[in-house]
């Protein structure tokens, strides 16, 4: 809350112009660009928040025309999420995240020649599992004009651990009207490959990555919102697949990531049509378009959104349908493939009081054939259904 | 009925951006003789009142003026720290009057419902007194003493801002 | 430093590009929304949806760059990146 003190007086007031805390904090004032998230505006969340969501994450069974030897099932994973986010004091706040991922199920081991010379896959064999808990602590301050926060996160499941911090700063132009944005994170991330029912050649490897992302958003008019951001993300380490028999990738990842919003309301409708692009690109010679729309629909307590993202990936230089072990670096992974992806879901909220609950369904399917890029099908490309159910609670 | 006199609304706006230029460091409300006068409307009434309300009404009392919305996050903290405030400063002759800057009335019922107050609320949904009182977020108060003149003006709302709030009406109420 | 380094000498090849497109765009943002006129405080009730939100949620934006990150060969977008994962 800002207080200005009205009326120094005309030529006196000239005289003793001074950057006093509270000019700024007028300027800037609250002036409740996205009031209720606390992403971009500048005040603490006003309650406290408590949620738990639970999405099930299912992958098709392989096709058995691709499949040359293993279980068809592909991964099932579980996934809980729990958080509270509170305000503390009058500018700050805390938010404490943790995560559980349940998998079980069986990926792709390597891509051999089937015997009416097809390309095929070999399963890593019998289902296993694997637990992932992630814990993850933010504090975020509050000012005027923007907020900072500050984050760590931590993951461990059996054979990898990864300990990420990150720091990011959005500040708002005097009139409110155009949000800066600022990101810097790093982690450190250790992969200590089980022996399984598939043979593993390393004991304990790392990575290291650093991250930058700058973006800048604009409010156009009193229904309208643009933004564009620009990221960069560096990786170091033993970057390969410790589970693929065939996988030997550069010991450095640099990526960069182009992206742009834009979001208009139409009050008439009482909904509002939201547009997002990613253009990708990195140093292994990949690149993409991802491009999502959506239509959020507002009802009396309740909304409905169906939403379409498309996606489509150049093949990475090193990659080739079966392994080419000639090469200094190879594998036969499909997420390293061309190809295209399409994903169809509907999302929905319904709000009583306090409560706010969610529910989602997406289907996403993949296919060489629905890309914009030339390149070899791989066999093992993966289509998957989500649902997700959620529910969270305010309160003072 | 929600017409605005304009006269004063030129020399308010022009006296409100010199003032967000060249705020002192005062920790007390404006002096009288500085001051200048809050632009006069009438706005009809959504609640704890009857037809329409003038701020010539609460002429000669010490009014806190506040412009708020359902969709602000901060107002779901203002209103009931506000309404504190009235309920026990009203025997001392604090009045409030709040204006609602929903573009649907039915909004500003639905938080009304949810966050409940005691003191007269209108509303204007085109804008028109927001706009004479150069607002500049949401919720903005504005302190009016006992002769109609502006004495301080609230931007935005947190936590703990209700006992600088409640100190600065006090301070006008024992003038 | 390293990663400095890292940045200068990728700056220098093939994104080159996208930092142009980037650079263009804020630039064409700068110019052509400076005229754009300011949306007064009481006038944002559309912009305060939740429709009108980057993400739809918090939550939502993290399950959905993990999926996505480890099942396709783009990531970023959204942010700085986060910690890794050993998802299969």
């Known amino acids: 809350m800002a207080v200005i003190e009205p009326g120094v007086k005309g030529a006196h007031s000239i005289s003793t112009i001074r950057q006093s805390p509270l000019v700024r904090t007028l300027g800037a004032a609250v002036a409740a660009l996205p009031a209720y998230q606390n992403t971009y505006a500048d005040a603490p969340p006003e309650f406290t928040e408590v949620g738990l969501r639970y999405s099930h994450y299912s992958e098709d069974n392989l096709s058995t025309d691709n499949l040359i030897a293993g279980a068809r099932g592909r991964y099932d994973i579980d996934v809980t999420q729990l958080w509270i986010e509170a305000p503390v004091g009058s500018n700050w706040s805390v938010a404490v995240d943790v995560q559980n991922d349940s998998m079980s199920g069986a990926s792709p081991w390597f891509v051999g020649t089937q015997i009416d010379g097809q390309p095929g896959v070999i399963m890593s064999g019998a289902s296993i599992y694997d637990n992932r808990v992630e814990v993850g602590a933010t504090t975020r301050y509050f000012w005027a004009d923007g907020n900072a926060g500050f984050n760590v996160t931590h ?35 250790r992969v200590e490959p089980v022996n399984g029912n598939i043979p593993v050649f390393i004991d304990s490897e790392d990575i290291d990555t650093a991250s930058v992302y700058f973006g800048v958003s604009q409010i156009l008019s009193s229904t309208a919102i643009v933004r564009i951001g620009l990221g960069y993300t560096f990786s170091e380490g033993y970057l390969s697949d410790p589970y693929k028999l065939f996988d030997a990738r550069p010991d450095e990842h640099g990526r960069t990531a182009l992206s742009g919003g834009y979001r208009k309301f139409f009050p008439e409708a009482q909904g509002a049509l939201q547009i997002d692009y990613r253009y990708y690109s990195d140093d292994w010679g990949t690149d993409s378009h991802t491009a999502e729309v959506a239509w959020h629909q507002n009802f009396e307590r309740f909304a409905l959104t169906p939403y379409l993202r498309y996606y489509s990936q150049r093949e990475a230089d090193f990659f080739s349908v079966i392994a080419d072990l000639d090469e200094e670096f190879y594998a036969d992974d499909f997420r390293l493939s061309s190809y295209g992806a ?27 054939d629905w890309g914009l890029y030339d390149g070899e099908a791989a066999p093992a490309l993966v289509n998957f259904w989500r649902a997700t159910i959620g529910i969270s609670w305010r309160f003072d | 009925m929600r017409k605005l006199s304009t006269y004063p609304m030129k020399t308010f706006v022009a006296f409100l951006l010199c003032a967000l230029f060249s705020v002192g460091v005062q920790s007390d409300p404006t002096t009288k003789q ?65 204006v609602s800057v929903d573009v649907v ?45 502006v004495r301080a003006v609230h931007v935005g709302f947190k936590r703990g801002d209700e006992d600088a709030l409640r100190a600065e009406i006090l301070q006008l109420l024992e003038e | 430093m390293h990663y400095a380094l890292k940045f200068c000498s990728f700056w220098k090849n093939k994104t080159l590009k996208t930092y142009r497109f980037f650079c263009l765009f804020v630039l064409i943002g700068i110019t052509g929304c400076s005229g754009l006129e300011p949306v007064a405080a009481w006038e944002r009730g559309y912009l305060a949806e939740e429709a009108m939100q980057w993400q739809s949620s918090t939550r939502e934006a993290k399950f959905k760059g993990h999926v996505y990150t480890s099942k396709e060969a783009s990531s970023g977008g959204n942010g700085a990146a986060g910690g890794g994962c050993g998802c299969n």
Request: aromatic share 12%; charged share 20%.
């Open chain 1, 155 to 189: 993951s461990k499941e059996d054979d990898y651990e990864a300990l990420a911090l990150a720091f990011d700063v959005a500040w708002n132009s005097s009139d409110n009207s155009r949000t800066w944005s600022a990101s810097a994170s790093t982690s450190n991330d």
């Open chain 1, 342 to 368: 399409l994903t169809v879901g509907l999302r929905s909220s319904i709000q009583i009081g306090e409560w706010q609950m969610e529910g989602q369904l997406e289907r996403y399917e993949s296919d060489n």
């Open chain 2, 105 to 149: 009335e039915e909004d500003a019922w639905d938080f009304l419902a949810r966050y409940p107050v005691t003191y007269p609320v209108t509303i204007d949904t085109e804008g028109n007194v927001p706009k004479a009182y150069a607002v500049n977020g949401m919720p903005s108060g504005y302190l009016i003493d006992r002769e109609g003149r």
């Open chain 2, 34 to 98: 500085d001051a200048i006068a809050a632009p006069e409307f009438s706005l009809p009434a959504i609640a704890n009142a009857e037809g329409v309300i003038s701020l010539a009404n609460y002429k000669g009392s010490v009014t806190y003026l506040d412009f708020w919305a359902s969709w602000c996050g901060p107002c779901r903290l203002s209103l009931p720290a506000l309404d504190e405030i009235y309920q026990e400063l009203a025997p001392m002759g604090l009045k409030v009057m709040a």
